[in-house]
């Protein structure tokens, strides 16, 4: 449970979760993540005013919205629903200041995409784990259409970090582009950038991703095209395509609603509803695997919300078996390693996960914060170059009372308080603030479902 006492200011919260009863309860999801950044700078670059309901109000959700801001775009909240006023034919502006990211690599991605259509200039920061992180991956396609972008190199002759000075004329020319990773991030950079590009540009995707942006800009009134074709989809944005305001009611994510989930499957007598979860097969890998291992998952109610297809989950405790997860699977569960790493180490034999290198880049090395997190708990684990072995227990209880690092990395985050659910002795992590990047309402939600999970909120929390 929440403590009334709080860390001193400055101190990094800690947060330990034990050995709890079954859970129970219905519970709904956040807001998606994606569709939460995508709603706030699709309607900051349209004409009129748009409406955005059930955002998620996570912290990476608002370093975007200080970005569109600074950008130009005016935006406020009233009662929960959120009012973008776009800039239209204005266009996105210089800002005055730079523009700070956060931690949200989809957050930073996007809008330098968005940008580089406009004749601006703008520095993106980011936080020390985004600052690390690899951005030639969408600066070098930005460049072949003509824009000017200065990177930082680290002491270690890394390339292509924040900050990030982007200088556009905002007359760029359109490319045709096969990404090197599959990734969501960089053909939304891209589709974004040939917006106000006149022509075609388009991204040849070998393995298809969350096609979110395609079918939001469609909702925003952009020519989208997408064509299967036998080896990968070309998807082809045609400008200048202006966009016009939009309502959105934002769905439910699937990538938060994975951490009750796998809660609920490794607590033993436990059986959950999750509603409103966005079942959309580009973002549902993980689903598919729990059922593959074994997991009693059950959708049920499908309705359509902000053009996704939702649904409410149950969920109860199951018997779980090790899997081989295919690779072609990675992209639409990219996200779900860690907890399915979690969920694995419950299971009898072992579950072999490969092609996951992007892993790597994310806030963390997801892989070897995900093998630390498992072995400094007792679970057999092991870690290669792409990829991760976990040894299940066989259905018990893990031996637990490890300290986990938790690398300013929300995922491994909640992922190691999921394992401490099911362990004999209690799991601490170092730091719990970035939770609040993708999962706000996390504590809340965990502790309704009966989950026993201590957290004691920095002294200047709300
Ligand atoms: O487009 C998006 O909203 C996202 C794409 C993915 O990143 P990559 O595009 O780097 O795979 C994912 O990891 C991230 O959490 C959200
Ligand atoms: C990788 C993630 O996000 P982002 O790239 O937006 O920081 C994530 O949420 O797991």
Known sequence: MSSSKKQPAGTPPPAKSVKS???????????????SHRSIIFGAMAEGTTEVTGLLTGDDILSTVGAMRGLGAEITEQDGTWFVK???????????????????????????????????SATFTGDASLSSRPMNRILNP????????????????????????????????????????????????????GINTKGTTTVVEP????????????????????KSRKDATHISVTGPTPL???????????????????????????????????????????????????????A?????????TIADIEVKHSKLVGINVPENRAASMIDEYPILAVAAAFASGTTIMNGIGELRVKESDRIAATAALLSANGVKVAEREDGLTVTGNGGGLVKGGGIVKTHHDHRIAMSALILGLGAENPVTIDDASMIATSFPSFFALMHTLGAIIDYTPPADAL
């Open 300 to 308: 049920d109610n499908f309705r359509k919300s902000g053009g996704e």
């Open 207 to 226: 393995t298809l991703t969350r096609d979110h942006t395609e079918n939001m800009l469609r909702a925003f009134g952009a020519v989208v095209e997408t």
């Open 21 to 35: 009863a079954a859970l129970t309860g219905v519970v709904r999801a956040p807001g998606d993540k994606s569709i």
């Open 142 to 193: 930005l460049r072949e259409m003509g824009v000017s972008a200065k990177a930082r190199t680290t002491d270690k002759g890394e390339e292509g970090r924040l900050p990030v000075t982007l200088k556009s004329n905002g007359a760029l020319i359109p490319i045709e582009y096969t990404p090197p990773h599959a990734s969501a991030q960089v053909k939304s950079a891209i589709l974004l950038a």
């Open 244 to 298: 016009k305001a939009a309502k959105i009611n934002v769905p439910g994510d699937p990538s938060s609603a994975a951490f009750l989930i796998v809660a609920a499957l490794i607590t033993p007598g436990s059986s959950i509803i999750i509603e409103n979860v966005m079942m959309n097969p580009t973002r549902t890998g993980l689903f598919e695997a729990l059922t593959a291992m074994g997991a009693y998952l059950r």
């Open 86 to 120: 776009g800039v239209g034919k204005s266009g996105l502006q210089s800002p005055k200041t730079d523009i700070d990211c956060g931690n949200a690599g989809t957050g930073v991605r996007l809008i330098m995409g968005a940008a580089a259509g406009y004749p601006l």
